[in-house]
């Protein structure tokens, strides 16, 4: 077996190992489930979609996949990439049509990032897809870097700990939103996504500024892998090993009960 062959054959267990963890973990997907797959024609949800497919055919869950893409009329979008790619394949996909580009362009000024508003506008459709489709689970193709950097960008910008996490009900609570390569590194999806071929669509067709906060951020944390290996999976870990009593917010931990605990003990 030749090296490429051998380094594409570890990343594809390693991307596999990760994906049924996490789905292992948080209960990402069960018996009866509809799952629709949300792709965009980048590398994530290529791979995502693949994975997806594999456990499918390979684990004892029972479950459906539909493939979505919501076409917004970027300029130069090639339409005819993703159906020929899911038509190859036999996978059942919708494909739909919705201008929201036009409506960014004409509501955010000129030089001003679009992505936040094209995000919610994508969103907002492919909920309802998810309606139209009876999908029980909507899944994303973010993957664990997205889930540090945003956690990064949410410490230094909002004030808050959060990120993206591995499953969430939507605020109506209607959907179920699932992140199946929530535990995948970016550089193996890169990698297998290189190896695989898929029929990657560009991401810039929008003319979009790039979140130049996620760029700081990202390359933040490069920096901190390249002088400290292994910094990014303790960031990482660290956020599956939440201490609420040592931290400050007193929603998550009743403080004014120490005295009681302290007091239980004592009398013991
Ligand atoms: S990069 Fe372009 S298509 Fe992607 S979210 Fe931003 S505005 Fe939308």
């Known amino acids: 077996m030749s090296s490429d062959k051998k380094i594409f054959k570890r990343v594809q267990k390693h991307l596999r190992r990760d994906v049924w963890e996490a789905w292992q973990q948080y209960s990402l997907i069960e018996n009866g489930d509809k799952v629709m797959v949300c792709l965009s024609g980048g590398k994530d949800s290529y791979t995502l979609l693949d994975i997806l497919l594999h456990y499918q055919k390979e684990s004892d869950i029972d479950f459906s996949i539909v493939a979505v893409n919501l076409d917004q009329k970027q300029p130069g979008f090639p339409e005819e990439v993703l159906p020929k790619y899911l038509s190859d394949l036999?996978?059942?996909?919708?494909?739909?049509?919705?201008?929201?580009?036009?409506?960014?362009?004409?509501t955010?000024?000129?030089?001003?990032?679009?992505?936040?508003?094209?995000?919610?506008?994508?969103?907002?459709?492919?909920?309802?897809?998810?309606?139209?489709?009876?999908?029980?689970?909507?899944?994303?193709?973010?993957?664990?870097?997205?889930?540090?950097?945003?956690?990064?960008m949410n410490l230094f910008n909002g004030s808050r700990i959060e990120t993206m996490p591995p499953k969430y009900v939507t605020d109506d609570n209607r959907h179920i939103v699932i992140r199946p390569l929530a535990f995948c590194?970016?550089?193996?999806?890169?990698?297998?996504?290189?190896?695989?071929?898929?029929?990657?669509?560009?991401?810039?067709?929008?003319?979009?500024?790039?979140?130049?906060?996620?760029?700081?951020?990202?390359?933040?944390?490069?920096?901190?892998?390249?002088?400290?290996?292994?910094?990014?999976?303790?960031?990482?870990?660290?956020?599956?090993?939440?201490?609420?009593?040592?931290?400050?917010?007193?929603?998550?931990?009743?403080?004014?009960?120490?005295?009681?605990?302290?007091?239980?003990?004592?009398?013991?």
């Open 90 to 106: 036999g996978v059942d996909f919708r494909i739909e049509a919705k201008d929201t580009y036009s409506i960014v362009k004409a």
């Open 185 to 268: 590194k970016e550089s193996e999806i890169a990698l297998y996504a290189e190896e695989k071929a898929f029929p990657i669509i560009p991401c810039t067709l929008c003319g979009s500024q790039e979140n130049l906060m996620r760029k700081k951020v990202k390359k933040m944390i490069g920096e901190w892998e390249t002088e400290y290996p292994g910094r990014s999976s303790s960031i990482f870990n660290s956020l599956k090993h939440i201490n609420p009593s040592h931290l400050l917010d007193n929603r998550l931990f009743d403080f004014s009960s120490l005295e009681e605990i302290r007091d239980l003990g004592s009398n013991q």
């Open 108 to 152: 955010i000024e000129e030089g001003k990032t679009m992505c936040s508003l094209c995000s919610r506008l994508r969103r907002g459709n492919l909920y309802r897809m998810a309606d139209e489709l009876q999908a029980t689970k909507i899944a994303l193709g973010h993957h664990r870097d997205d889930i540090i950097e945003t956690f990064f």
